[in-house]
């Protein structure tokens, strides 16, 4: 495998990881230094973890894992992004109290979004690739795409405020879908 593919295919599982950062930021999180690199770092580990474990699973659990990936990464992004519309809606001026880019709500983001990368480390296993070069890639380039999309959607955030908080859920929730509609047909 050509370090060209390996980037191509990084770039492809860094986007669902870009857009939920992207989302986060316009809604008004990832505001400080820290926060911003909390959410890319753990979706740049993620995406980097993922194809490890695909890769160790191996060839024998392929079949049982496809079966319901696709499920997993609906559920997990339908809900953060149902949480997030409701919270939109609020017309109180209370903040948000989940914060996406902490605790449990960032490590479900994270996972639901590298699921991906990890059936990419299956098919990884299965073409008998080393793994490590192409998971550090995935990573680099997922924690970068993931910071760049937070400095735009922070700009989208001021200029649209708890607007973009709706549509950040509704972006999660499309991003859901097109994983399972993408499985399922």
């Known amino acids: 495998m050509t370090t060209f ?8 599982l860094a986007m669902d990881a870009s857009a939920v950062s992207l989302a986060a930021a316009a809604a008004g999180f990832a505001k400080d230094a820290r926060a911003k690199f909390r959410l890319s770092f753990h979706f ?10 695909g890769w160790l699973l191996g060839i024998s659990f392929v079949s049982h894992f496809k079966a319901f990936d ?19 809606m609020d017309k109180s001026s209370a903040i948000q109290k989940k914060d996406p880019s902490k605790g449990m709500t960032m490590v479900m983001l994270s996972v639901a979004t590298s699921i991906d990368a990890l059936a990419v ?6 073409l008998d690739v080393n793994i490590w070069y192409p998971s550090v890639m995935i990573g680099v380039i997922t924690a970068g795409m993931s910071f760049a999309a937070i400095r735009i ?4 955030g001021r200029m649209f405020g708890k607007r973009m908080e709706i549509l950040g859920g509704l972006i999660l929730i499309l991003i859901g879908s097109r994983i399972l509609f993408s499985h399922l047909i």
């Open 5 to 12: 593919e390996i980037i191509i295919i990084a770039v492809g």
């Open 153 to 156: 959607g922070a700009k989208l």
């Open 44 to 53: 740049g580990l993620f995406q980097f973890l993922m194809p490890v474990l």
């Open 70 to 88: 696709h499920w997993i990464a609906f559920f997990l992004l339908a809900f953060v992004g149902i949480r997030m519309i409701r919270e939109g």
């Open 121 to 126: 480390g299956l098919s990884l296993a299965m």
